[in-house]
């Protein structure tokens, strides 16, 4: 590796030594991001724990409000996306721009079909009055920890959202710089970096889908008889 | 530049698993395995998130590190979770003591 101002790409910050070390220390970085992220989801998984614990029956029983087929089908939304944007890092990996324009802007779509889908669920719900402190009305038993199940769900299922719409915008942002020729073999760390993102997201939806959609399945009626 | 770049064809290997994945979990979700049930979701959901870590986020191909970063995130979070609920399930185990 050459050192000092002959050889040195254009990208690399005059505190580091070459590019190796500086996507080292950019990955890292994300990573210790990703890490708080990993503990900003957990307590409120932590939460879902204890009161799944202690009233499993009930979170079984109101589990089965939603709607599988939904949930289901975004789970498979964003495994793609998932894919979509590990072949967009590799587009810029290997240098083929329209590769990486392509792809970033596959997953962006897939990330707004996911948003439109869980629009559609959330209306659903809204209109079952199963949205807490609005009118919460419960058919079956023990509606005080149902509608814990639903406050819990509204509030992990929302802070995702929140995540998927702050990707959807950065993933716009690196179309533009994308089409702007500012990636290239030797410097893709935006794109990386967005992908370590992006690819948290789908594994924090990879435990809610179960611990949320899938609880009251093997109910006899989802629990509803 | 020493970034390894994984092929296409290991992208799309995970891809086609984690979608195997997530039809497996759920349909076993329709079997009633008492508490089988839980541990079946929660080993399937722990292996897609290790795919999805290991292969798209280029864990494995990643220095030691990155994933002593990785790993000690998931300790904190075992931590959490660990202590909260050993908290939570022996409570009233003890008698009050009075006087």
Avoid at chain 1, 16 to 36: D, K, P, Y
Avoid at chain 1, 87 to 92: C, D, I, Q, R
Avoid at chain 1, 113 to 137: C, R, S, W
Avoid at chain 2, 36 to 47: D, G, K, Y
């Amino acid at each position: 590796m050459t050192e000092g101002h002959a050889g040195t790409h254009s990208a690399l910050a005059h505190h580091f030594q070459n590019m190796e070390q500086q996507r080292e220390a950019g990955s890292l970085g994300m990573w210790v991001f990703l890490i708080t992220e990993v503990m900003f989801f957990g307590g409120m998984f932590t939460a879902y724990v204890v009161y799944r614990a202690f009233h499993p029956y009930t979170f079984a029983q109101a589990s089965s409000e939603l709607d599988i087929t939904l949930g289901g089908i975004n789970t498979g939304v964003l495994i793609c996306s998932s894919l979509t944007m590990a072949l967009a890092v590799y587009g810029t990996q290997v240098g083929k721009k329209m590769m990486s324009i392509g792809f970033l802007c596959l997953t962006i779509f897939l990330g707004l079909a996911f948003l439109g889908i869980k629009a559609v669920e959330y209306a659903h719900k809204f209109e079952h009055h199963l949205v807490p402190g609005m009118n919460f009305t419960y058919p079956y038993p023990d509606p005080k920890h149902a509608q814990m199940f639903f406050s819990i769900y509204f509030a992990m299922t929302g802070l995702h959202a929140l995540h998927m719409i702050i990707g959807i915008g950065i993933l716009t942002v690196l179309v533009v710089m994308a089409a702007r020729n500012r990636f290239s073999p030797e410097y893709h760390a935006p794109v990386e970096l967005t992908g370590l993102y992006w690819h948290f997201v789908d594994i924090v939806w990879i435990f809610l889908f179960p611990l949320l959609y899938l609880l009251g399945r093997h109910l006899e009626g989802g629990g509803h008889v | 530049m020493s970034e390894k770049i994984v092929s296409l064809k290991v992208y799309f290997l995970i891809f086609g698993t984690l979608m195997v994945l997530t039809a497996t979990t759920t349909w076993v979700a329709f079997y009633d395995l008492g508490r089988i049930n839980t541990v079946v979701a929660l080993v399937i959901a722990v292996t897609k998130a290790l795919l999805v870590a290991l292969f798209f986020m280029h864990v494995k191909y990643s220095s030691r590190l990155t994933r002593i970063a990785v790993v000690s995130g998931l300790l904190w979070l075992v931590i959490m979770i660990g202590l909260t609920m050993s908290d939570y399930l022996t409570r009233g185990w003890l008698k009050q003591i009075s006087g």
